[in-house]
């Protein structure tokens, strides 16, 4: 069973920066494209970033073009959002998603597993 564990949530100060991990257990992790969504309060769930089975594509949200950045080591199993410049609304939970195939995608739809989540929060 592929399990996805999300963590590096907290609060954090506007201008601030956050490291997000993603430990992927159960299955074979260079088989799975990568992605980032979130879901603010009150909100859907929307598409961050998404990284291919090598990490030689990525995707990104306008939003946070410029700004986040999601790599990954398949050594580790792990899949990384790093979040510079961070504002407040940026404050959601955060959710990692696996997809079979390589090829990054923003639609979550196509994305099969799911973390638990992990709380950003962006204030003064």
């Known amino acids: 069973q592929v399990q996805l564990v999300e963590s590096g949530g907290g609060l954090v100060q506007p201008g601030g920066s956050l490291r997000l991990s993603c430990v992927v257990s159960?299955?074979?992790?260079?088989?799975?494209?990568m992605g980032w969504f979130r879901q603010p309060p009150g909100k859907e769930r929307d598409f961050v970033a998404s990284?291919?089975?090598?990490?030689?594509?990525?995707l990104y949200a306008d939003s946070v073009k410029g700004r986040f950045t999601i790599f990954r080591d398949n050594a580790k199993n792990t899949v990384y959002l790093q979040m510079n410049s961070l504002k407040p609304e940026d404050t959601a939970v955060y959710y990692c998603a696996a997809k079979v195939g390589g090829r990054p995608a923003s639609d979550s739809p196509t994305y099969e597993f799911w973390g638990q989540g992990t709380q950003v929060t962006v204030s003064s």
């Open positions: 159960g299955s074979i992790f260079s088989r799975y494209a």
């Open positions: 990284t291919s089975w090598d990490g030689g594509d990525t």
